[in-house]
């Protein structure tokens, strides 16, 4: 089990990390057929003050590109660097579906449907066993990077339980544009960090299999607010708020295509609408049938489908269907 000894030594993945030391640490969990390991880096900074450990996480869905190059920047520049406490950086969970560019596991299953996991299951359940009992149990504050699925486009924000006020009150100080309230998933990575006592924050943002600045930036910039929380931040970066604070979204609508055809989005997501505004149009391939879709409520959208082609009843628009400024 990791934990600080009584000298602030860090001992975890039997090795021990001493205060201002910084270390990277292969976790192994599995092989290849051709017996080649499978190695999962684990970045560690310590600071010689004692603080807080913050986990940072991405690429628990293999084809998540956006999550894992968030993480990256955020040790490029060096922000993870702490003035105090440790932080602890994974930019990429499954290993196994980033060199696929998949989501799942090899074995087939969704690594964040797994958590707690078993000693002796599958080996994505294995796999979440290990994480959650050699690393997740020393960290105080976690932070978990996602993008929307296939094509589907989420505009930046956190999801948080909206029984968590921990969680809450640190979406307030990350301070994406949106943050949304959602119901933890059984078996989740999320759902056992909260089982374990630590505050957690889920960013979506983008979508798979891309990578946008724009998303990262929001990432990079919500995690050094969040070290400047803590009085970790090092003088040489700046954590200057957005003019507007996050917005809250309890209740949302996802729209669905009436009609199957080629889509054409007419408006930016993160948008906000009107209902009834025109949003997009659905149109045949020969030129004869165009079929105008309007908002059907009033709100932000934060996400919206980009794929060029949808059929009837595919989601096209997530849309906020009450917003409260935090």
Known sequence: MPHIDSKNVLHILERKVFPGEKARINFNTAKLYTTTSVEVPVIIERAKKPGPILLVTAGIHGDEINGVETVRQFIAKG???????????????????FLNMKREFPDGRDLNRMFPGSKRGALASRFAYQFATEILPIADHCFDFHTGGASRFNAAQIRVDKTDKDSEDLA??????????????KNSYRSTCLKQGKTILLFEGGKSQDSSKHISKYGVDGLKRIMKHFDML????????????????SSTYWMRAKYSGLLHIKVPIGKYVQRGEFVATITDPYGSFRHKVNASN????????????VYQGDAIFHISKEDTDG
């Open 79 to 97: 922000i993870h660097k702490p003035t105090r406490g440790t932080v602890i950086c994974v930019p990429v969970l499954n290993v196994f579906g």
């Open 234 to 249: 090092k003088s040489d970066f700046n954590a200057e708020d957005p003019l507007e604070s996050t917005k809250f979204i």
């Open 298 to 309: 009033t709100g932000y959208i934060i996400n919206a489908n980009q794929s060029p082609i």
């Open 172 to 185: 307030k100080v990350f301070n994406a544009p949106f943050t949304v309230y959602s119901s933890t998933i």
